[in-house]
């Protein structure tokens, strides 16, 4: 029973590049979340995400940020025209129901911005 | 807003021995739920316990225990009989549902437990 996949685990960009971040959840899991974070600090939410649906998208960057969880396929997590504040983990959970039943969380993608 | 406090940055303990991380939260929310994760140097978030605002009983899961005071709004996690492997950072986090129906955590910065042989 695989457990959240993540991919790739290390990621390195030049500033101006793309980042495209995966997840796929955990079998039967629908609800999709991505956190980062930053060096010495707790995980701060992101975005939410149904199939084919951003449910909360409060906690995202206002541009260059963008997230999607299509209908098939695994959740994309992608940064445009990255900076060297963008060097982060990003860590995507899943969960059947939601955080009161405890997310399940990959093993994060660690960006680093050259 | 919701917000966690941990004051601990680092702890140390001795193997074998127990140990408390300290957890404060603050939420105008009547029902939450409170969460324990272990990061080890590897990076993975690893679930660790959950207690629910409404829980009578504090949860345990193994070594692992919630001290659940819900007038003091603390939720401190209780290792006993530490072991080496329990060396990681430990991040305490309060979930949050709006209106709109958003569910997020939102967590402390963590405490480092260090355990000495």
């Known amino acids: 029973n695989a457990g959240v996949m993540q991919n790739p685990r290390h990621l390195v960009r030049r500033r101006g590049q793309e980042a495209r971040l995966r997840c796929s959840p955990m079998k039967g899991h629908s609800h999709v979340y991505w956190y980062r974070q930053l060096p010495e600090e707790g995980l701060k939410f992101m975005v939410y995400?149904?199939?084919?649906?951003?449910?909360?998208e409060s906690g995202m960057p206002k541009e260059r940020f963008s997230a999607e969880f299509p209908k098939e396929g695994p959740s994309i997590l992608r940064i445009q025209q990255v900076v060297r504040g963008d060097s982060a983990a990003y860590f995507c959970?899943?969960?059947?129901?939601?955080?009161?039943?405890?997310?399940?969380f990959g093993s994060g993608t660690r960006l680093t911005v050259v | 807003a919701q917000k966690i406090t941990q004051t601990q940055p680092g702890m140390f303990v001795q193997e074998k021995e127990a140990v408390t991380l300290d957890c404060t939260y603050d939420t105008s929310d009547q029902s939450y739920g409170l969460f324990w994760y272990k990061q080890p140097s590897s990076g993975e978030m690893i679930f660790l316990i959950y207690q629910g605002s409404y829980d009578e009983q504090n949860a345990t899961e193994g070594r692992y225990s919630l001290n659940f005071q819900k007038a003091r709004k603390s939720a401190n996690l209780v290792i006993s009989a530490s072991q080496l492997g329990d060396s990681a950072m430990y991040f305490c986090?309060?979930?949050?549902?709006?209106?709109?129906?958003?569910?997020?955590?939102?967590f402390g910065k963590g405490t480092k437990l260090t355990v000495n042989p």
């Open positions: 959970a899943s969960s059947p129901r939601g955080p009161y039943y405890g997310y399940t």
């Open positions: 986090a309060m979930s949050s549902v709006t209106q709109g129906g958003s569910e997020k955590l939102v």
């Open positions: 995400l149904q199939k084919e649906n951003i449910i909360d």
